[in-house]
């Protein structure tokens, strides 16, 4: 698998003419309300590249709908959006990388698992799953989680509500599994296996 990345294809729009800049990755340079330069032109999407996914453009154009027409004002987050991959094995991530994690968190606690799933057991498959969990060690809050493995996109939706909820650790474990599934691995891992602090 290779990621080449893309340019947002605003070449012949006029957005020159209209006085509409763009930023240093050649997109449609935008505020937080997807407002450009000129104040009654909005941008939406992946001409801004801001994060490149369908739901996120949906997302922004509703936001804009909603404060210009709607009477109900409000801007997009783009923080803490899960994502997929949908390669073999499948990925799925939501929050932050343990990378990101340790730029802006003091003590940052890593859990790890790497295992053959029952269903996969059961079958003779080789198949694997690879989790990690990436917690800040403070306050215990859920910053990331990162999967590789059969229903990893599936998992990080659902992820994705915890993580945006602010779900700590103790929430993970507290949450009752689901056997036999992969998924229940996040609620019963218990073993740190790294504490990284800077």
Not at 28 to 35: F, G, K, L
Not at 102 to 131: C, N
Not at 168 to 177: C, E, R, S
Not at 185 to 196: G, H, K, M, P, Y
Request: aromatic share 4%.
């Amino acid at each position: 698998m290779i990621a080449l990345g893309r340019v947002p294809n605003v070449e012949g729009l006029g957005l020159e003419k209209a006085g509409v800049a763009l930023n240093h990755h050649h997109a449609i340079a935008v505020d937080a309300a997807s407002r450009t330069g000129v104040p009654h032109i909005y941008a939406v999407g992946d001409v801004t590249n801001r994060v490149n996914l369908t739901p996120v453009a949906i997302r922004e154009g509703h936001a804009v709908a909603d404060t210009l027409f709607g009477g109900k004002p409000w801007t997009v987050d783009h923080t803490g959006i899960a994502t997929a991959v949908f390669s073999n094995p499948e990925l799925g991530t939501v929050g932050l990388t343990e990378a990101q994690a340790r730029e802006h968190h003091r003590i940052v606690d890593i859990y790890k698992a790497d295992f053959r799933p029952m269903k996969a057991t059961l079958s003779g498959s080789t198949d694997r799953v690879l989790m990690k969990i990436v917690v800040d060690g403070e306050t215990d809050k859920v910053l990331g989680v990162h999967i590789a493995g059969e229903g990893a996109g599936e998992m990080a939706q659902l992820l994705g509500i915890a993580v945006k909820m602010g779900a700590t650790k103790a929430d993970f474990d507290a949450t009752m599994a689901v056997h036999p599934t992969a998924a229940e691995e996040l609620v019963t891992l218990r073993t740190r296996s790294a504490r990284l602090v800077r």
